[in-house]
């Protein structure tokens, strides 16, 4: 046992090596990249544009969750609520849906393009590529007029790589809303460039033609925060390795003993429940072997109801209610740690005897305070964005261990 757990904790260190390794040389060579992007952008939402996120895998659809969930409901203050959907199966084939809906001033961001249904999202943004729409993608061969591949060969540290720069793109291009002079083909009544420099000064940079400066300055606050999710990361597994040792634990003997996994959480939480079962699912590793999961996050009628008819505090219960047993388990994200919804299936999930795990930011919240999951794993920051980027290292950390037998 304690050779084992040794060997769980070397393997976290290096997993969080690994990755503070390929942060730093992604972003050190994709900084400026990113910044023109988010230029770019900029102009295509000033002229009244939409961001459209396409995917098919798993995990795929994760991503394009989370980046229209970013988009459309803001969690920084300041930011500005911008328009965004996210075309999957679901829809039928991404190039119909593409058809029906791509506009000339669209954003269309891929996801998947090498991965299951990888030939239909390329096939997408070639028809979103001939429409005159900006795109966007992760993987080389793509097609994309913009390809910002991580040169990694994991799929869940790539994945990791991705979620921080669509967060960086989401992050930094609000900057470019404030230099007006600089965003060619806006409308003369800007669509989304409706902030307070704007309305109190309405000809602020108007006739700002230099981009270089700021394009650096942009480019130098990507690097920042690239360095601030590395040491997250690093704080995220190092502080949290016994913990995720023993949750390892917990959930292999859950899945041993025939039971199943339930996740849950709120908006790019939700999106990271769904990766997490995703990856339980569909292991990234063919050695690994598919788990039990369901994802509570995904019955959008059942939430709807739920939250309509009785409240959003009980939308995570009532399904812990019917779907938990005991000897199942339940993994939670937020980034508070006090989500009210959270703490309410924590609660019912200990009287049915599951076994509870809980990533949480801040300082944990009421979650770490009171102790209201067997497994909590504290990320020590107040940005969402770098905190779930964090988060995502520790579940996906967590989902290898689970088959690194004793």
Request: hydrophobic share 45%; with cysteine; glycine share 10%.
């Amino acid at each position: 046992m304690a050779t084992h757990t040794l060997n769980l904790s070397r393997r976290i260190e290096e997993l969080a090596a690994a990755r503070s390794l390929a942060n730093r040389e992604f972003f050190a060579a994709r900084a400026e990249e990113l910044a023109r992007a988010c230029h770019r952008m900029a102009e295509r939402f000033a002229r009244g544009g939409r961001l459209v996120a396409v995917g098919l895998s798993p995990a795929a659809r994760s991503d394009v969750r989370h980046v229209t969930v970013e988009f459309v409901h803001p969690v920084i203050v300041g930011k500005r609520a911008l328009p965004a959907i996210g075309l999957t199966r679901d829809g039928g084939p991404l190039r119909g849906q593409i058809e029906l809906i791509g506009e000339p001033d669209d954003v269309v961001i891929a996801f998947g393009c090498g991965e299951e249904g990888g030939e239909e999202v390329r096939e997408s943004l070639a028809l979103a590529r001939e429409r005159g729409c900006l795109t966007i993608a992760f993987e080389p061969g793509s097609g994309a007029e913009w390809e910002l591949a991580p040169d990694v060969a994991d799929p869940v540290l790539r994945q990791e790589l991705v979620e921080t720069a669509y967060h960086l793109l989401w992050e930094s291009v609000h900057v470019f809303f404030d230099h007006r002079g600089l965003l060619a083909g806006r409308q003369a009544g800007p669509v989304h460039d409706s902030g307070a420099s704007s309305f109190l000064y309405p000809f602020l940079s108007e006739a700002e033609r230099d981009l270089d400066p700021v394009i650096a300055d942009v480019k130098a606050s990507i690097l920042l925060k690239a360095e601030e999710i590395g040491s997250l990361r690093r704080q995220t597994l190092g502080e949290g390795a016994e913990v995720l040792s023993a949750a390892a634990a917990a959930l292999r003997r859950c899945f041993e003993g025939g039971g199943k996994l339930l996740a849950l959480g709120n908006g790019g939480s939700a999106t990271d429940a769904a990766d997490l079962v995703a990856d339980l699912r569909y292991p990234p590793e063919r050695a690994w072997r598919p788990r039990a999961a369901i994802d509570l996050t995904e019955d959008t009628a059942i939430i709807t109801a739920v939250a309509n008819d009785v409240g959003t505090e009980v939308i995570f219960q009532r399904q812990v209610i019917a779907y938990g047993r005991a000897g199942d388990a339940l993994v939670a994200l937020s980034t508070s740690g006090n989500s009210a919804n959270v703490i309410a299936a924590l609660a019912e999930a200990r009287r049915r005897r599951l076994a509870t795990v809980a990533f949480v930011g801040y300082d944990g919240g009421r979650v770490a305070a009171e102790g209201l999951a067997d497994h909590v794993v504290i990320t020590r920051s107040q940005n969402i964005p770098r905190i779930q980027e964090a988060q995502a290292s520790a579940y996906h950390a967590l989902r290898e261990l689970i088959e690194l037998e004793e």
